[in-house]
């Protein structure tokens, strides 16, 4: 059954939207990510105009932020100072790249740089995520060996503008979270993801914050920050296809929550290999369509250059 | 007398043999774009009306289906750096979103280069371009792709000998419309030739609008993009919230 999509002015069919965000939805429930670094691709490949794709990818991950940060509340696992201080970066970054998006688009170059920053961020993520992994999982097998500690003081604890972050139980500058908030900020704009895939290492590398905290902040971050993007993107672009957004949300809510289920009978570290070699596996795809010679040169597109 | 009459009528007949017209209908003049649209079929029909023999030589019949034209900016990727990027750009001043060409023959074989610089009845003499050699080396090219492309899309055919003409008096074909159309007003335009040169023309239009949600979404995003920005939020936490107390409730 095809489905007209009022804005994109194209028809796709229905189930395979549904099912993309099913899939989607259980992947990001079983590994705890927001799913717009799959998500906004999988556009790409079935013919979703980019500027749509990233737009209603950013509407959808509101949808599946708001479904998992419900959770975290109830376990006590949000910071919301932390929260905060992330959003007001956030906003910044996400104001910054729909405007940059738009200088883009215009140039004709949106393609490439979303495909590019696709390959950097996932193939920087997956390759530290799939290391550490292995690393831990040797560990565990090898019982006795040394313990790393999380709290380690460096540079950034030098920083003027200290706050405290009685749920992170941290007392820190709050320069580096506003600038970790605004290059995810960014990203979300510019990539259509929340960009926890980003944050979340962030968070526990620069900013030293526990794991126990990290998901529920980080997501309660991004929806906000994604909620900015998507009426950012709704005012400057018309962009925001909300016949395709309600089709990828009501297939990832249900996924979303399948994958959870799912997610309590794996261990952690395996959970984390699978990611990773998923994150690579995206990134390893969009790079060989840089690459490799692409079967029609020419693209055309409606409108005059400015 | 009579013979007078008769030979009266035998010297008018060439001029009234030249009065053959089109009379042509419209299965459908709307269409309309609906959430489960999946393209449409228009029945293009209609006979010659003589009001005389008709003249030697046979006659053809030429269906043009033309949908609103735009701008539009051709791109070309080249290897820079061992990728591939878009470089140059070529802008055409106008091409029609959708073109259909449909005949009872080939069409060099029933239309001279002529009729056809005065109708532009081609695909490529329906795309207006001008002056785009300065723009980029192999312009031509450019044109070329964006034929190609909007053929491969279903946008652009050439469906030569699809029109049925039965006793050179009543023809009918079918005009596919895809599911991927923009709306707007398309121009229906129908040829009669006969050795390459137009005998007759008319024209006819379909209104193709969106319709129901459709409509409605497409306006709200366009006159009120903040509410429609903030309506497509709601519905994201409504669902999010939904889904998580649901499955609370299942698990329960």
Redesign the interface.
Same mark, same amino acid.
């Given at each position: 059954?095809?489905?007209?999509l009022?804005?994109a +002015?194209?028809?796709v069919n229905l189930f395979l939207l549904l099912g993309i965000g099913g899939v989607v939805g259980f992947l990001s429930g079983l590994f705890g990510v927001g799913g717009g670094f799959l998500i906004t691709p999988l556009l790409f490949f079935i013919g979703i105009p980019p500027a749509i794709a990233v737009a209603t990818g950013a509407?959808?991950v509101?949808?599946?932020?708001?479904?998992?940060v419900?959770?975290q509340v109830k376990r006590k696992a949000v910071d919301f100072p932390m929260g905060f201080v992330l959003l007001a970066g956030g906003l910044f970054g996400s104001a910054g790249g729909v405007w940059f998006f738009a200088r883009l688009t215009a140039a004709?170059?949106v +393609?490439?740089f979303v495909q590019l920053s696709y390959v950097l961020f996932l193939g920087l993520i997956g390759l530290t995520m799939f290391w550490e992994s292995v690393i831990a999982l040797r560990r565990s097998n090898k019982p006795g060996g040394p313990i790393r500690r999380s709290h380690t003081h460096n540079w950034v604890h030098g920083l003027p503008f200290k706050m405290k972050f009685r749920a992170s139980g941290l007392y820190i500058s709050v320069l580096p979270p506003l600038a970790v908030g605004a290059l995810v900020g960014f990203l979300a704009a510019i990539m259509g993801v929340g960009g926890g895939f980003i944050m979340v290492p962030a968070m526990i590398y620069l900013l030293g914050m526990p794991t126990k905290v990290v998901i529920g902040t980080s997501l309660f971050q991004i929806i906000f920050v994604t909620?900015f993007t998507?009426?950012m993107?709704?005012?400057t672009a018309?962009t925001?296809d909300?016949?395709l957004?309600?089709l990828l949300?009501?297939g990832g809510?249900?996924g979303?929550?399948l994958g959870a289920q799912v997610s309590s009978r794996l261990k952690a570290e395996q959970l984390r290999i699978l990611l990773s070699l998923l994150v690579l596996g995206v990134a390893a795809k969009i790079a060989l369509d840089? &690459?490799?010679?692409?079967s029609?040169?020419?693209?055309?597109?409606?409108? &005059?250059?400015p | 007398m009579i013979r007078a009459a008769l030979l009266w009528l035998l010297s008018a007949l060439p001029a009234l043999a030249a009065s053959e017209d089109i009379v042509a209908g419209l299965s459908q003049n709307r269409v309309s774009i609906t959430a489960d649209f999946e393209g449409s079929e228009i029945l293009i029909y209609g006979a010659v009306r003589r009001t005389a023999p008709a003249p030697p030589g046979a006659l053809h019949v030429i269906i043009t289906v033309e949908g609103p034209s735009t701008p539009i900016t051709v791109r070309k990727k080249e290897r820079t750096a061992g990728i591939w990027i878009n470089r140059e750009a070529v802008q055409v001043t106008s091409a029609p979103s959708f073109y259909a060409i449909a005949t009872t023959g080939h069409l060099r074989d029933i239309l001279s280069e002529t009729e056809n610089l005065r109708h532009q009845i081609t695909i490529p003499r329906a795309i207006r371009a001008v002056g785009i050699s300065q723009q980029a080396q192999n312009a031509p090219d450019f044109l070329q792709a964006l034929i190609r492309v909007r053929e491969s899309e279903g946008r652009y055919r050439l469906n030569e000998r699809s029109v049925q003409f039965t006793q050179a008096t009543l023809f009918r074909t079918d005009v596919i419309l895809p599911a991927n159309l923009t709306e707007g007003m398309y121009r229906v335009r129908i040829f009669l030739t006969r050795d390459g040169q137009v005998v007759d023309r008319i024209e006819r239009q379909i209104n193709v609008r969106k319709e129901g949600l459709e409509r409605f979404l497409f306006n709200l995003s366009r006159d009120q993009p903040l509410i429609y920005g903030l309506l497509s939020l709601l519905i994201a936490v409504l669902a999010g919230y939904g889904a998580s107390a649901a499955f609370r409730f299942l698990k329960r």
């Open positions: 059954m095809q489905i007209f009022p804005i +002015d194209i028809s509407n959808q509101v949808a599946s932020s708001v479904s998992g419900l959770a004709g170059q +393609d490439l909620a998507t009426l993107h709704a005012i018309n925001v909300m016949m957004a309600v949300i009501f809510v249900i979303a929550q840089l &690459l490799l010679r692409p029609e040169l020419y693209t055309i597109t409606p409108g &005059l250059l | -």
